[in-house]
């Protein structure tokens, strides 16, 4: 039932970038795309959002390409505590037009020293 | 800190029982919703309340049933506990309903049932 694709798994070298790729290619025009993060059984949190623009804040950076099947969240310098799973979801509207999160497995982003 | 609560952080009970938990969204949030993980699994969406009624149904059993007060807190009723529902069970809050409608999670009640 999950509207986004997502590796399973990938590695980043603490102090480098962390690219992480999101597939959406059922996405309906005025859907946003979300990204959380859950680190070990904790409650997920909130990075960041956007339509069709590049968004950036102070966690990380979304780059929406400009059809909007695809997006990739950027972690410009991961460190440590990054080491999460990283989920990247689409809002679903239901027949009463009343939308819902659809969580896929996600991407766990192993962070290396 | 998120700004929402819940209560308690661990519940363990037997099958057969029944437990209530609870949420406190963050202040000025209209909205709550419910959801469930099991061990290893995403998160499954149980339920949305606005404003004390319900809005969106995910794949919550009949077993469960939920209700937002008129201060905004929610509670997560499960009866009839079997053995699979042991999970962690999140809260999360948002200001409206709309499109751009960004959640924000409690730090979760863990149940196990034994």
């Known amino acids: 039932d999950a509207k986004t694709t997502q590796p399973p798994s990938m590695d980043c070298a603490e102090g480098r970038a962390a690219n992480l790729p999101c597939n959406h290619s059922t996405i309906s025009g005025n859907e946003y795309v979300y990204w959380y993060r859950q680190i070990h059984s904790q409650g997920p949190q909130y990075i960041i959002h956007?339509?069709?623009?590049?968004e950036t804040n102070e966690m990380a950076s979304l780059i929406i390409t400009e059809d909007r099947k695809s997006s990739t969240l950027i972690l410009p310098h991961a460190t440590l505590r990054d080491t999460a799973v990283y989920y990247c979801i689409v809002r679903v509207a239901n027949a009463g037009n009343n939308r819902k999160l659809i969580w896929g497995l996600g991407t766990s982003l192993a962070v290396n020293p | 800190d998120s700004g929402v609560t819940q209560t308690p952080k661990h519940l363990i009970t037997a099958t057969g029982q029944r437990v209530t938990l609870r949420c406190s969204p963050r202040?000025?949030?209209?909205?709550v919703y419910w959801y469930q993980q099991s061990l290893d699994q995403g998160l499954q969406f149980l339920i949305q309340?606005?404003?004390?009624?319900?809005?969106a149904k995910g794949n919550i059993l009949e077993r469960f049933s939920a209700q937002q007060f008129p201060d905004l807190h929610s509670e997560l009723n499960l009866s009839s506990l079997e053995l699979g529902d042991s999970a962690l069970y999140f809260c999360?809050?948002?200001?409206?309903?709309?499109?751009?409608?960004?959640?924000?999670f409690g730090p979760g009640t863990r149940l196990t049932v034994l």
């Open positions: 956007g339509l069709k623009n590049n």
């Open positions: 202040s000025g949030d209209l909205s």
């Open positions: 309340y606005y404003n004390g009624e319900e809005r």
């Open positions: 999360a809050s948002s200001i409206r309903l709309g499109s751009a409608d960004t959640q924000y």
